[in-house]
């Protein structure tokens, strides 16, 4: 007897309830028991994602500036220049829950599910197995919102029910390895239609009529490519764009819903963006076959033309892929500096390179960590000049006094704020930022601080300078300083002292910070050991 389907909709999607009549098995080999005919209906919730709003956690931030944080977000960082950077960010979509109708005919009640509406037309396939032995028992393909033959399972047998769609209006005719043993079905990922979705139900029908939810699980990972131009300008193309790795080929197994067979290489998955001539544009979203296993090798490339100028960025080994996972990934440009006078007019923003002297450029410049404090200079001098300087890898390896460090001050003019001395050790086309631009930057600028800033001998405090649109501009970590007298190290992670170029009579100033004050000061004493942080010239 054939039964009414009903569609149930509501706004945010189409809920298909399938009431299924008779159909025949073609599992001849268990013959049908003696508790009679059950049929099933199916009632598709929707589809999700496997994240549920987290990525896989990578322990901390390594030498490339890749980073997983405490919300897992994927951080890698690429220094352009000195003080330009490109930051690739990978963070998961959190899933909004949608309402669906409940699978149950006798209540109007209606439940919150995460995940997105199966559209109509979509087609799906349902493939029931004996649990008993794995066998193929029997399929059926649905096509959501339309009529539909029924399924007939044997009441009071066990059984796991598989449900496969590849998220559009077509599927593959069934193949003989689905219609044999559970233990060894897969299907073909298709290139043409990435959007492989999945789920495994044990299931024993217990009367006559019967209800089955099903949420189609994505199996290929989601990447929605967003570009932001840093206020470099407005992007107005964008070519090329790729994603990678990604496979054209894979088999699924429908007992795991595992894809493994990943052989064939393409060249990418390819990025279309929309909305240009802006400083933010987004690509439309792409499904990429590739797992990376934990690793960060997942890349991007593109041609931008941001300001009337061309560029291809390409960022390599900079996050992770995981399959079933949803996520934006975001690329900032940015240029590292801050505004030395009134922040409303652009003109007054000024370069600062993104490091401090000495630290690990490969490092994520807006991220507090070892890597990023530099050396420590005494006022005046070069860089590696004996007794005035030490480096950032014999900072952190010793706090004790320093065999050697020389307690005379350096002379008038070795630094100065008119023009860049021989002894700057900023380099070419940057130089240490004078007293006054040290102040303009406490001026115009918002203030932020993160970190503990108690325990000495840390590297997590660090004070940002924002823009008025509260975008990190300019992070100085706090290095702490070395003594005048004898170059041991104080106040690391409490403190920061970073030189000015300009002098005082004996002494010299300096900007310097803790958790609750951001100043210019002057100090008695020049062969103090500060860090510098050079600014255009």
């Known amino acids: 007897?054939?039964?009414?389907?009903?569609?149930?909709?509501?706004?945010?999607?189409?809920?298909?309830?399938?009431?299924?009549?008779?159909?025949?098995?073609?599992?001849?080999?268990?013959?049908?028991?003696?508790?009679?005919?059950?049929?099933?209906?199916?009632?598709l919730l929707g589809s999700d994602f496997g994240d549920s709003g987290k990525l896989s956690g990578q322990a901390s931030l390594g030498k490339g500036g890749i980073l997983n944080s405490v919300n897992d977000v994927q951080r890698h960082s690429v220094l352009i220049t000195p003080s330009s950077v490109i930051t690739a960010e990978l963070s998961p979509v959190s899933s909004e829950s949608k309402l669906s109708v409940n699978a149950s005919l006798k209540s109007n009640s209606q439940a919150a599910i995460s995940g997105d509406p199966i559209t109509s037309g979509v087609k799906f396939r349902v493939i029931a197995y004996r649990q008993s032995n794995g066998n193929y028992h029997t399929h059926e393909d649905y096509t959501v919102g339309q009529p539909a033959v029924p399924m007939m399972l044997d009441n009071g047998a066990a059984y796991n029910i598989i449900v496969y769609s590849y998220g559009t209006t077509n599927l593959p005719l069934i193949s003989s390895g689905e219609q044999n043993n559970l233990s060894s079905a897969l299907v073909n990922y298709d290139d043409n239609q990435r959007d492989f979705m999945y789920q495994k139900i044990p299931f024993t029908p217990t009367s006559n009529a019967n209800t089955l939810n099903i949420t189609l699980r994505h199996k290929v990972a989601q990447i929605t490519a967003i570009v932001n131009s840093g206020g470099m300008g407005n992007i107005t193309n964008i070519?090329?764009?790729?994603?990678?790795?990604?496979?054209?080929?894979?088999a699924v197994s429908l007992s795991s819903g595992t894809m493994s067979g990943r052989t064939t290489l393409s060249s990418g998955a390819a990025l279309s963006f929309s909305g240009l001539n802006t400083t933010t544009v987004t690509a439309a979203p792409v499904f990429v076959n590739a797992d990376t296993g934990g690793n960060a090798t997942g890349g991007f490339s593109a041609a931008m033309t941001i300001a009337g100028i061309t560029k291809t960025i390409s960022l390599p080994n900079s996050f992770k892929i995981t399959p079933e996972n949803k996520s934006n990934l975001t690329i900032n440009l940015m240029k590292c500096g801050a505004y030395i006078g009134p922040n409303t007019d652009p003109a007054?923003?000024?370069?600062?390179?993104?490091?401090n002297l000495g630290a690990d450029t490969s490092a994520d410049p807006f991220t507090p960590a070892a890597a990023t404090h530099g050396a420590k200079y005494q006022w005046g001098a070069q860089t590696g000049e004996a007794g005035r300087y030490i480096s950032q890898a014999d900072d952190q390896s010793s706090s004790g006094s320093i065999s050697g460090w020389n307690s005379t001050s350096k002379p008038n003019g070795s630094w100065s704020d008119n023009s860049k001395t021989s002894n700057d050790p900023c380099p070419s086309g940057?130089?240490?930022?004078?007293?006054?631009?040290?102040?303009?930057?406490?001026?115009?600028?918002?203030?932020?601080?993160?970190?503990?800033?108690?325990?000495?001998?840390?590297?997590?405090?660090?004070?940002?300078?924002?823009?008025?649109?509260?975008?990190?501009?300019?992070m100085l970590p706090a290095t702490g300083y070395r003594f005048y007298a004898d170059g041991a190290l104080y106040g690391r992670g409490i403190y920061g002292y970073y030189w000015s170029s300009s002098a005082a009579t004996s002494s010299a100033y300096y900007l310097d910070f803790s958790s609750s004050s951001v100043d210019v000061s002057i100090t008695f004493d020049r062969t103090y050991g500060f860090s510098v942080r050079c600014v255009a010239e």
């Open 348 to 355: 007054n923003y000024k370069e600062f390179m993104c490091h």
């Open 1 to 43: 007897m054939k039964k009414k389907v009903h569609l149930i909709r509501n706004t945010f999607g189409i809920t298909a309830l399938l009431f299924l009549g008779s159909c025949r098995s073609t599992d001849t080999e268990n013959p049908i028991n003696g508790n009679g005919i059950s049929a099933v209906s199916f009632n």
């Open 239 to 250: 070519t090329g764009g790729l994603l990678t790795p990604h496979y054209s080929n894979g």
């Open 430 to 474: 940057y130089r240490v930022p004078t007293r006054a631009q040290w102040q303009s930057v406490i001026d115009n600028n918002n203030v932020e601080r993160v970190g503990s800033w108690v325990n000495d001998g840390n590297y997590s405090s660090a004070l940002y300078f924002r823009s008025p649109s509260n975008t990190r501009r300019l």
